[in-house]
């Protein structure tokens, strides 16, 4: 059964805006330190959502093509490595850190916390995308 992706791209489009607001030099000289901040908030929040959705439809992809048992009931760690064995994902451990930087925010907000969650944010989104193209490959 094909998978509805469609709130996932959109999730990883706006991610990806958010970021490219945070890059957009001509915009951003004009801002102050408030504005910036809460442009890397917004990016963040993005993050959250595409982060969600990204391990979600990991596990519904591998309850649908591989074995509903064998997905039912596991850890966030142990299905990124399934992700990996069926060539959805490369690099498990920086899903791994995806997942501990998205816990980061429901716990506290400081300054230094949301600077490591928005660095990881932009390296979230190329990740996200290389998922969203093999979920949309793998789609039948």
Do not use: P
């Amino acid at each position: 059964m094909a998978l509805d992706l469609s709130s996932l791209q959109k999730a990883i489009e706006l991610l990806d805006n958010s970021i490219n607001s945070c890059f957009d030099n001509q915009y951003n000289e004009s801002l102050n330190k408030n504005d910036k901040e809460t442009l890397k908030s917004g990016v963040i929040q993005k993050f959250e959502v595409a982060y969600e959705l990204c391990w979600k439809f990991m596990k519904r992809w591998l309850e649908n093509n591989v074995s509903g048992e064998s997905v039912d009931g596991i850890t966030r760690k142990e299905l990124f490595r399934l992700s990996a064995e069926s060539r959805l994902i490369n690099d498990v451990e920086a899903w791994f850190k995806y997942n501990e930087e998205r816990n980061k925010t429901t716990h506290t907000y400081d300054g230094e916390k949301a600077e490591t969650v928005y660095e990881a944010a932009i390296c979230f989104a190329k990740d996200a995308r290389i998922l969203l193209q093999r979920l949309e490959a793998k789609n039948d």
